[in-house]
């Protein structure tokens, strides 16, 4: 009988230990050392993604106002071609302008007679001019 009173009582003394070991083990402060060890061990990595992303974030941003800065370029340009068109006509008009002053200056070089060549004159003598001065 000893021995069964015995064994009943390091029955209860073992499920005494056994409870109080589990109320240790969950304790709050147990809890909140295991979650410290986490933030620990995790929050580097944690770091170096935020900083990774935050880069990404600035590339992308560049490179949307690049492709937007892009697209308002062209619309421009498709938006100009009425300014081309006046350029190119006065560029025509301008053309078209030499070339009735260079013909109407090579028509009253040829109708003047040629006169003598100021170096050959006299020194004193004025140099006549046959072209008009309009």
Not at 15 to 41: C, G, I, W
Not at 79 to 84: D, E, G
Request: charged share 20%.
């Amino acid at each position: 009988m000893e021995d069964q009173e015995m064994q009943l009582k390091v029955r209860r003394v073992t499920d005494k230990f056994t409870e109080s070991m589990y109320v240790l083990a969950n304790e709050p402060s147990v809890a909140l050392y295991r979650l410290q060890e986490h933030v620990r061990r995790s929050l580097p990595e944690l770091v170096q993604h935020k900083t990774d992303m935050q880069s990404w974030e600035e590339q992308s941003q560049g490179a949307i106002y690049s492709v937007e800065y892009a697209c308002s370029a062209v619309k421009s340009m498709t938006n100009s071609s009425l300014y081309f068109k006046n350029i190119d006509g006065l560029l025509r008009q301008a053309i078209s302008m030499k070339e009735q002053i260079s013909n109407s200056q090579g028509r009253s070089l040829h109708d003047v007679t040629p006169s003598p060549s100021p170096l050959v004159s006299a020194p004193h003598a004025p140099p006549t001019s046959s072209l008009p001065l309009d």
